[in-house]
């Protein structure tokens, strides 16, 4: 009797991740976990919530001055480009994807090359906005990623050996995909880019085991969602939303809304909450409607395939206010809420069960298309001027009207991951102050040719400045202080007990400020441009932070006269790892 019981504690230690050795590999319990285990970094956004916070404190405010490097290793090749990379640490060993579709696994210690894989991309991918990478998924003895060409490669983390792949959709069509795939109720979440093709968004589940699909939700109001079978027999799920009801004719059927960013999970509501992006063609004048489910988040219930409810941040989208950007869940006034920082300039605080608005308020200085977000409504007070015109009101029926706009397309935020941290319950927002010229043209969809009716210049708004890193109270709506940058900041940021907050820029630092104050305690320069998110993990009795390294992303490709002015900066591939000097 006695050691039976024995047995049955030591099972129920080695399912929760005990001895860490884990010899089951990562478990759901594990990633439902990851953000109280510090000395692993199994999803990204430090948990599946995505608060990208740490608990660790051996690095704190006092001593980070102390902070030096531990290791550097180069991705090599003569691939560069933007690394948007956000590294995994399990068993000892770190997962880090690069640019091109390739990962690298390494000694988390020593930074000692275990394994490579570079995935062959085919000719005549079509990356909207640069060859980019943000991370990979872990479970069990797999580690995961998705392609520029669409496909999902999983690879036994000890050898590097590929045990499936899957292809996600036609790259030919303009799908391709660059987020971390996320892991909830022991399913592989992932999503599609290409909202600039034409695509149909969509949110896929599959055994992450095997590849095979579970079920497949559109993001696209009018299209069906699908479940399969063990044999991969598909039946239909219900369709999303209701048919030409926020979408007039026929271009719901090429109508973007792409989840290129990925999702957050929560356990506590069983809810996965993917952002879209923009409804397609950009040229909003020929699809009068709200576009469901374009520019929103959708929590999508996981283990049904079904969207439980949706807040559309931009409806009717006329900007390219992808709302993609990560919807973290946190606690305030006794409720389990999310925190988004949307491309629009405005900050959303939302009940994460029902999706109903509790606040909105803008996290940049200069917002011009809407006045302001309806607390009753949820709905954005609309600037008509604002809009770029209709170009077949114009005498030559070419160009619409052109307007200046902020922020511009590029977002309030982008891609780069804010962080929120439950002791100073502030959310730390790597924001941009920018805006545009925009203006309309006529457009109709061509297969892997790009669905915009539109043109556009992006433009500074100020000599001084245009990324601010923002400590903001989601209480009160508050910016309670910012640090200003030069360039536009397009790397994440991560908080910790220690009361810090790091965050790269594309000048090269990686910083960290005091969560309370914001002021520069350390800096470090990694030799290339920061557009990625930072991580920290221990091992033995040290505490390590990495960041990855590698000027590229959007800006350079799209920026108009930000381009110019960042265009002295030198590109990279490399991960910084470091300790403090003393330990
Ligand atoms: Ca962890
Ligand atoms: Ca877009």
């Known amino acids: 009797m006695k050691s039976k019981l024995i047995r049955l504690s030591i099972a129920a230690a080695l399912a929760a991740g005990a001895f860490g050795a884990h010899a089951a590999g990562v478990t759901d319990a594990m990633i439902e976990a990851d953000a109280k285990s510090p000395k692993d970094v199994l999803s990204w956004g430090m948990g599946p919530q995505g608060q990208r916070y740490s608990t660790l404190s051996q690095i704190n405010a006092r001593n980070v001055a102390k902070l030096v490097p531990a290791w550097s290793f180069s991705f090599g090749g003569e691939k560069q480009r933007g690394q948007e990379s956000q590294p995994l640490i399990h068993d000892g060993k770190m997962f880090v994807t690069a640019s091109y579709s390739r990962i690298y696994a390494l000694d988390a210690k020593t930074g000692e090359k275990l394994w490579k894989y570079e995935h062959r991309l085919p000719d005549g991918i079509m990356p909207c906005c640069d060859v980019v990478n943000r991370g990979a998924a872990l479970f069990e003895n797999l580690v995961i990623f998705s392609t520029l060409d669409a496909q999902l490669i999983a690879l036994d983390q000890k050898t590097g050996e590929v045990v499936w792949k899957d292809k996600v959709d036609d790259y030919a069509a303009g799908y391709s995909n660059t987020a971390a795939p996320l892991i909830a109720k022991g399913l592989l979440l992932t999503g599609v880019s290409g909202g600039e093709f034409g695509i149909v968004g969509r949110v896929e589940a599959r055994d992450p085991r095997t590849g095979q699909l579970v079920w497949m939700r559109p993001t696209v109001e009018g299209h069906m969602g699908y479940k399969y079978d063990k044999d991969g027999k598909q039946t239909e799920n219900g369709i999303s939303g209701t048919a030409n009801?926020?979408?007039?004719?026929?271009?719901?059927?090429?109508?973007?809304?792409?989840?290129?960013?990925?999702?957050?999970?929560?356990?506590?509501?069983?809810?996965?909450?993917?952002?879209?992006?923009?409804?397609?063609?950009?040229?909003?004048?020929?699809?009068?409607?709200?576009?469901?489910?374009?520019?929103?988040t959708v929590a999508i219930d996981v283990a049904t395939g079904q969207i439980k409810w949706h807040y559309q941040t931009t409806p009717h989208d006329g900007w390219d206010f992808d709302g993609v950007n990560e919807f973290v869940t946190f606690d305030m006034n006794g409720k389990r809420l999310g925190g988004k920082a949307d491309r629009n300039g405005f900050f959303y605080v939302i009940d994460a069960k029902n999706g109903k608005l509790e606040n909105a308020f803008p996290f940049v200085k200069k917002i011009t298309w809407a006045t302001g977000i309806d607390l009753k409504t949820g709905r954005p007070n609309y600037v008509e001027e604002s809009r770029p015109g209709d170009p077949t009101k114009a005498d030559d029926s070419k160009k619409g009207k052109t307007v200046f706009s902020a922020p511009s397309f590029l977002g309030g935020k982008n891609q780069q991951p804010m962080a929120y941290s439950p002791k100073t319950n502030y959310f730390y927002v790597p924001a941009n102050e920018w805006g545009m010229d925009i203006w309309n043209e006529p457009i109709s969809y061509k297969k892997g040719a790009a669905f915009l009716g539109a043109g556009f210049t992006i433009k500074p708004l100020s000599d001084e400045y245009i990324g601010a890193l923002r400590a903001i109270d989601p209480k009160t709506g508050k910016i309670v202080w910012e640090v200003k940058n030069n360039a536009p900041l397009w790397g994440g940021v991560m908080t910790t007990a220690g009361d810090l907050v790091f965050y790269g820029t594309p000048e090269g630092f990686l910083k960290a400020l005091d969560a309370k104050t914001g002021k520069e305690l350390w800096k470090f320069q990694t030799g290339s441009g920061v557009v990625a998110p930072p991580i920290t993990w221990q091992e033995g009795n040290t505490q390590y932070v990495a960041v990855v390294s590698g000027w590229g992303g959007a800006v350079p490709l799209w920026g108009g006269e930000v381009a110019k002015r960042v265009n002295f900066l030198e590109q990279g591939g490399s991960v910084w790892v470091f300790k403090l000097s003393s330990i």
């Open 245 to 296: 009801k926020s979408w007039p004719g026929e271009l719901w059927k090429t109508g973007g809304a792409a989840t290129w960013l990925g999702g957050t999970y929560d356990p506590s509501t069983g809810l996965a909450y993917f952002g879209t992006g923009n409804p397609a063609p950009w040229n909003s004048h020929l699809r009068p409607g709200d576009n469901l489910y374009s520019s929103a």
